[in-house]
């Protein structure tokens, strides 16, 4: 029931509507969407594939922007590229070696950051 109220015209509305973040060749990101949103916010941008559903909560590299500013996704673990709508993924946080990292095990302090600081922030329970 949950999802068939999710995937109403709106609700695609309201994804390409939010301002989105532009992604860069190299970005981590990841497919969080519901599978009926996916599929009506593919169209015009990419289109739909039903292989696509398989990377549905996989980590992928993004490959391109397109001129249409859509973004092509390598995923490794399913040897295979994708184009999707910008508003489908989400950037995954990467660190690297060596990187200074701040972890708070107080989640009121977390409450309390500025929400212009990066959402990087780990809750340890």
Same mark, same amino acid.
């Given at each position: 029931?949950? %999802?068939?109220?999710?995937?109403?015209?709106?609700? $695609?509305?309201?994804?390409?509507? !939010?301002?989105?973040?532009?992604?860069?060749?190299?970005?981590?990101? @990841?497919?969080?969407?519901?599978?009926?949103?996916? *599929?009506?916010?593919?169209?015009? #941008?990419?289109?739909?594939?039903?292989?696509?559903?398989?990377? =549905?909560?996989? +980590?992928? %590299?993004? #490959?391109? $922007?397109?001129? *249409?500013?859509?973004? @092509?996704?390598?995923? /490794?673990?399913?040897?295979? !590229?994708?184009?999707? #709508?910008?508003?489908?993924?989400? !950037? =995954? /946080?990467?660190? #690297?070696?060596?990187?200074?990292?701040?972890? +708070?095990?107080?989640?009121?302090?977390?409450? !309390?950051?500025?929400?212009?600081?990066?959402?990087?922030?780990?809750? %340890?329970?």
């Amino acid at each position: 029931a949950v %999802v068939s109220a999710l995937c109403t015209g709106s609700a $695609v509305q309201q994804l390409t509507d !939010r301002p989105i973040c532009q992604f860069k060749p190299g970005d981590y990101v @990841r497919v969080e969407l519901d599978l009926e949103i996916l *599929k009506a916010l593919q169209e015009g #941008h990419g289109g739909w594939n039903p292989k696509m559903a398989l990377v =549905i909560g996989m +980590i992928g %590299v993004v #490959h391109r $922007v397109t001129e *249409k500013n859509d973004v @092509r996704v390598s995923f /490794e673990e399913a040897k295979q !590229r994708w184009t999707f #709508h910008p508003a489908a993924l989400k !950037r =995954i /946080e990467t660190y #690297h070696a060596g990187q200074l990292v701040r972890i +708070i095990d107080d989640m009121e302090a977390v409450q !309390r950051l500025p929400l212009s600081l990066p959402r990087s922030v780990l809750w %340890v329970s």
